[in-house]
């Protein structure tokens, strides 16, 4: 089993990282970081570089497509080269899922129109600009099309894919392998529930550094 | 504020990168990956690659300093350049941290004697054997200490840590900009919920691949 995940310059590290520590556990499953040039892609916050092994020409099918997001999806999204091979794995995946706005490039490929999918929480509106039915679910699944909300969904979608794709017992083994029994010390994990300033503040952030 | 992070070979990727996509986040926050020799070091699945930008003797102070864990430990808990440059940043560390089996580093560099610490379930015993008292907590602190169970629940102890350094506020923030909302779809994440027949395959498994 073959599981591509294409990254590029300005990811988000945890939206490729937290999946790819689940699914690269999956007895006979094999994870490829992928991308339009092989190398180091610095994440967004500019001190880690992932190390991409594979050029997308060489990766012409993958049993699970999983697009990461970050700031760097504003290039991503438009990488012609990088669509394309979006489309065409797309066609006999198993699987094509996205973390955060990851969404974004599966969307700007066509492959969400009228589909329901989700993002990170402040690209919720960008989302639905690409045709997608936006989702409030934290993992929401569409036929073979599985989204996950901001950066750490990732983990959750890919232990719900791990089930999909391995049964339940092994999905189990990882989460307790990574012992993910996660205890956040604020009440702060979405724009529901968060305190509002705490929202507002983020807001305010993400205007004043996203283009 | 300057993070350290040293990495080597066959570490855990999440350990690392759940916290650095915390700290990072923090304003006026560097971190920086460090190794006993710069350049990739692979991910103990092996088809992931982080890059170490810098060597430790290029980083003699860290105000953070986090060892992630993984089957890497095997060989980074013997590796006297890297334990020195531990016991050397720890002298004027405010936080001297770890994620997972990254507490047998701290352990093995003499830093946890008679401490109260956490690591991986998996490990606690040899945790002990390196003098240090474990407590069940998925983050402990005891002084300037502070150690994460394993794997993932660096992301809380992150968190936690994002606090003390930066304020609630801050660390809230970042919460909900990595959307930190999880819902684990098994109730599978600690060895003392986990099914008994999960816990027994973890068991086997971990014997049967680690020396």
């Known amino acids: 089993m073959l599981i591509g995940i294409p990254i590029f ?12 520590e689940v699914l690269s556990r999956i007895p006979d499953a094999t994870v490829i970081f992928v991308a339009t040039s092989v190398g180091m892609k610095r994440t967004d916050q500019g001190s880690l570089g992932l190390y991409a092994d594979a050029d997308v020409a060489e990766v012409p099918h993958c049993d699970v497509i999983l697009v990461p997001g970050g700031p ?13 091979w979006v489309r065409a794995v797309d066609k006999t995946s198993v699987w094509t899922t996205s973390v955060c706005t990851g969404a974004l490039v599966l969307g700007a490929a066509g492959l969400l129109r009228g589909r329901r999918a989700t993002t990170h929480w402040l690209s919720v509106e960008r989302l639905a600009g690409l045709g997608a ?10 036929g073979k099309y599985m989204t996950a909300a901001g950066v750490s969904a990732g983990i959750d979608m890919a232990l ?38 705490i929202v507002d503040l983020v807001r305010q952030v993400a205007r004043s550094t996203r283009p």
């Open 133 to 142: 039915v936006w989702d409030a679910s934290r993992v929401v699944t569409d």
């Open 160 to 197: 719900t894919l791990a089930a999909h794709l391995a049964g339940e017992t092994v999905a189990q083994a990882i989460q307790l392998s990574i012992e993910y029994d996660p205890q956040p010390p604020f009440q702060a994990g979405n724009s529901t529930d968060a305190p509002p300033g």
């Open 9 to 20: 310059e300005g990811l988000t590290a945890l939206d490729a990282v937290g999946p790819y």
């Open 72 to 84: 760097g999806v504003e290039e991503a999204a438009q990488d012609e080269r990088l669509l394309a």
